[in-house]
């Protein structure tokens, strides 16, 4: 193309070519994005169903340690 002179029919069409493949590389921008926001959701379901486990041994020590205390104070009334 050094040699060849470039012509406004060119120029249209190298710029509807680049127009295209912008079009493809914002489609694929935006569908990506959604992608990352369903995973970050999912993570965050995740996260909380590892959780419940735990919270759930938390509550049942609690309820164990009321219990034994509310044994040990029955045991001291006279």
Do not use: C, F, W, Y
Not at 12 to 21: I, K, T, V
Not at 69 to 77: D, F, L, S, Y
Request: proline share 3%; aromatic share 0%; hydrophobic share 40%.
């Amino acid at each position: 193309m050094s040699g060849s002179r470039i012509t406004l029919d060119m120029l249209g069409e190298l710029m509807l070519n680049m127009q295209a493949d912008l079009q493809v590389v914002s489609s694929t921008m935006l569908r990506l994005d959604r992608s990352i926001d369903r995973l970050r959701d999912e993570m965050h379901e995740i996260r909380n169903e590892l959780r419940a486990p735990h919270r759930q041994g938390q509550r049942t020590a609690a309820r164990v340690r009321r219990l034994e205390e509310g044994a040990a104070q029955a045991r001291e009334v006279p």
